[in-house]
């Protein structure tokens, strides 16, 4: 059983360019996200998606776009990198958004850099 | 909007008992959770909390007062291998039940 798995590990991009994360999840969880961690910021929650073909902003959602596919993936693009988003970027997922003891599974994380 | 405070880092020696504190504020609250972070790896989850008391989970404890917007981590019998980044978390109801992190404390746990 894999959980949550994201591709790549590890990016170096340069201003302008863009890029896809993907993340995919084999325990038929409903809820899914994307957070970023900077050093000294905790997780930030970028955006989530409750359910398949639904998609919500979070905290800092500025910059990226998300899209969740099917039930399995949920992938974070951005359009146009800046230094600003070099950061680790992690996915999670979780039966369900609404479930008081709900808990998240994440990923591995990518790191991602913005020359 | 929602926040969180906790300690940026403690230190303890190994075999020790350690708390680390989670005040928090949100417009509807669910309950707080917390997460082990090893390294800067995956984060995993380790307790929940939704009502007043304690929680227990083998060496780790968790603690919730509603009343107090308060709650804290307690980490017994300290181990090596605790060395960690420790975040609390809160399910904001009014925010559409998203998970919002505190910005984590780091344990280190000294021989």
């Known amino acids: 059983n894999a959980g949550v798995t994201q591709t790549p590990k590890f990016q170096v991009l340069k201003t302008g360019q863009s890029m896809t994360l993907q993340c995919a999840q084999d325990m038929n969880h409903n809820s899914m996200y994307w957070y970023r961690q900077d050093p000294g910021m905790g997780l930030r929650l970028i955006y989530y998606?409750?359910?398949?073909?639904?998609?919500d902003k979070g905290e800092v959602p500025n910059g990226y776009n998300v899209s969740r596919l099917n039930k399995r993936e949920f992938s974070l693009r951005l359009e146009s990198a800046a230094p600003s988003q070099t950061s680790v970027y992690f996915c999670a997922s979780s039966q369900d958004r609404l479930a008081t003891n709900e808990k998240l599974f994440f990923g591995s994380g990518t790191q991602l850099s913005v020359l | 909007g929602q926040s969180l405070e906790q300690p940026s880092e403690v230190t303890a020696v190994e075999g020790a008992i350690v708390q680390i504190n989670c005040t928090y504020q949100?417009?509807?609250?669910?309950?707080l959770s917390w997460y082990q972070q090893h390294d800067g790896g995956a984060p995993t989850f380790l307790s929940y909390n939704a009502l007043d008391g304690l929680e227990e989970t083998g060496r780790f404890s968790s603690f919730l007062s509603r009343s107090d917007s308060y709650g804290y981590l307690l980490l017994q019998e300290l181990q090596m291998k605790d060395s960690a980044s420790y975040f609390c978390?809160?399910?904001?109801?009014?925010?559409?039940?998203?998970?919002?992190f505190g910005q984590g404390t780091e344990l280190s746990v000294k021989p």
């Open positions: 998606s409750a359910s398949e073909g639904t998609t």
């Open positions: 978390a809160v399910r904001d109801y009014n925010q559409g039940g998203k998970l919002i």
């Open positions: 949100t417009s509807g609250f669910y309950g």
